[in-house]
């Protein structure tokens, strides 16, 4: 009685470790071709390996189910079942080393049609008596796998099949050969599992059952492939051909099935049995569907890291190009300010009367080639002052100013130019003394000088008025005109590098830098700038106020890039 109920536990035993094997198998199997698959759906090397290990896992359970059962009929089916999946595992493990690793199908890689054709004949040999024609002996006490005979076919089978793996392997070594470095790595992992899955499967199932009529290795068959498994898995973490966090997410499900199928395993009734084998099913469906999820987000933020990258490079590119732009505008600035600058030198002679006195009729005509030359000065110099700016090469001296005079100054200097064109202009800052201040005095002048000029080249008739004051620890310096006007689109950008309001351009020749360098200049005073209009045609008034104990801005920088 003990002997009978030990036998009973060694076959419930066998039959239990033979399961979980195949299972733990089969399940690693379509993990990972799922995988990959999900990985790059595009990618036709995945595709192949996913049909690879498909049917690799369906061959493996025809594999386990063939001692299942007693009866001649069904183990002769599932007999050739077996090799009829056989064939095509051989077949797709070809097309997959015909193809890997490229992305897409070419003429060079696309399969002979010839060769699914003959691939199909033998699969239907395979069902048919010509390869196995009869059960000689079912399972027994010795003999744990039916024992079939075979018949001529199985030769044909035989050379289809390893010829299909040979030249499989080949393809595979033949590309490796120009291969280097981390790729070549990759190719010799793939290469190890795939030699010693199909020699173990080749040997045990075909040569060695064959010469020795020993079918007992042929239910096992699945555990076969856990070389080319384990192979390429080693190879997906030591040489990172997939996301960390997808093989960690692969780490915890493969683990988690692990566990459900020990419980089918470990089941006392057949009743249980269904229900954990139904589990685990559920389970391996939401493995695969949370590899699927994770290989999506880890993809996604891989192509956010490449198009930051691709970015970055081309920001990098975009400052080297802006940063030989200044470097071309200062060069060719300070060649363009000599002739100006002579021109200068020679008018103001002139009409000081250092080569003689100057009639009347030609005063005037001089006057104003002495404005124009001035103003083609203004715009040189800020060209200079935006190179200056970007190269961060324009330097600042605070000492005490008398902001009061530096107005005036500015004013005065202007004044001729206003009357010219018929225009009130009127400086009505406050009489009382405004304590000096601490700034740098040609800055300041050039920002007010750009204010009012500004002021006089876009007013056609009306006033401008000049204001100073002090607010509290503050300077305030307007500029009010009659002119244009700004709408509030134009409010937002004529301070910016290169910009000019849509009037400006119609009526006033300048590069839309002034008021650019007018911005940084008071931003490095700690002070702001600004300008208020109620609209076009209602003309406009320009601000700038600056602290009266002010300093240059500690730790500024300027956008090489944005304006």
């Known amino acids: 009685m003990n002997k009978f109920y030990l036998n009973k536990m060694d076959k419930f035993f066998s039959l239990n470790i033979d399961l979980f094997s195949v299972g733990l198998v089969i399940a690693a199997n379509i993990l990972l071709g799922f995988t990959v698959y999900f990985s790059n759906k595009k990618s036709i090397s995945g595709h192949f390996l996913f049909l690879f290990s498909l049917i690799s896992s369906i061959w493996g359970t025809f594999n386990y189910l063939l001692y299942q059962f007693q009866d001649p009929f069904i183990s002769l089916w599932f007999i050739r079942l077996v090799m009829f999946t056989a064939i095509w595992q051989a077949y797709s493990f070809f097309l997959l080393a015909n193809v890997y690793p490229d992305e897409t199908i070419t003429q060079k890689n696309r399969p002979k049609p010839i060769l699914l054709l003959v691939v199909s004949l033998v699969a239907l040999l395979t069902l048919t008596p010509l390869v196995f024609s009869q059960i000689i002996s079912v399972g027994n006490e010795n003999s744990i796998a039916p024992k079939a005979a075979g018949g001529p076919g199985l030769i044909i089978f035989g050379v289809v099949a390893i010829g299909l793996v040979i030249a499989g392997i080949s393809k595979i070594l033949a590309k490796r050969k120009g291969t280097l470095g981390t790729e070549r790595k990759q190719y010799n992992f793939f290469l190890l599992g795939a030699v010693l899955m199909f020699t173990l499967i080749i040997f045990f199932n075909f040569i060695f059952a064959n010469l020795s009529q020993n079918y ?74 949370l590899l699927r999820s994770v290989r999506k987000e880890v993809k996604q933020r891989e192509q956010l890291q490449i198009l930051s990258k691709q970015l970055s490079l ?71 002052n935006v190179s200056r700016i970007e190269r961060g090469k324009m ?19 202007l004044e001729p130019i206003a009357k010219e064109k018929g225009l009130g202009f009127k400086f009505a800052a406050v009489t009382e003394k405004i304590p000096n201040i601490s700034a740098d005095k040609e800055k300041i002048r050039q920002v007010m000088n750009n204010l009012m000029d500004n002021a006089i080249k876009y007013s056609v008739a009306g006033e401008i008025i ?3 004051k002090q607010e509290g620890r503050k300077l305030v310096f307007s500029v009010k005109d009659s002119g244009k006007g700004i709408n509030a689109k134009d409010k937002v950008q004529i301070f910016k590098k290169f910009s000019r309001g849509k009037e400006s351009i119609k009526s006033s020749a300048g590069l839309g830098l002034g008021l650019y360098v007018a911005k940084i200049v008071i931003e490095q005073h700690q002070g702001k700038i600004w300008a208020e209009s109620e609209g076009e045609g209602k003309g406009s008034t320009f601000y700038f106020s600056i602290p009266m104990d002010a300093k240059k801005s500690a730790g500024a920088s300027f956008d090489f890039t944005a304006d």
Request: charged share 20%.
């Open 216 to 289: 007992n290795f042929i239910p096992l068959g699945a555990a076969f492939i856990l070389p080319f498994i384990i192979s390429t898995a080693y190879g997906i973490l030591k040489h990172h051909m997939f996301s960390a966090k997808i093989i960690a997410t692969e780490i915890i499900t493969f683990f988690l099935l692990v566990i459900t199928l020990l419980e089918v395993i470990l089941a006392k009734n057949s009743t249980e049995i269904v229900f954990r084998v139904i589990i685990f099913l559920i389970l391996l469906v939401v493995s695969i569907l």
């Open 314 to 384: 081309a920001n990098e590119k975009l400052k080297a190009l802006d940063q030989a732009r200044a470097e071309f505008i200062s060069i060719a600035s300070h060649q363009l300010r000599t002739p100006p600058s002579t021109v200068k030198w020679f008018l103001s002679a002139i009409l000081s009367g250092d080569y003689g006195k100057v009639p009347e009729d030609i005063k005037v005509p001089l006057q104003k080639t002495e404005r124009t030359n001035n103003h083609l000065i203004s715009l040189i110099e800020d060209m200079l």
């Open 466 to 468: 000049v204001d100073l």
């Open 395 to 413: 330097e600042f001296l605070f000492e005490p100013t008398d902001i009061q005079d530096l107005a005036r100054q500015a004013f005065e200097q």
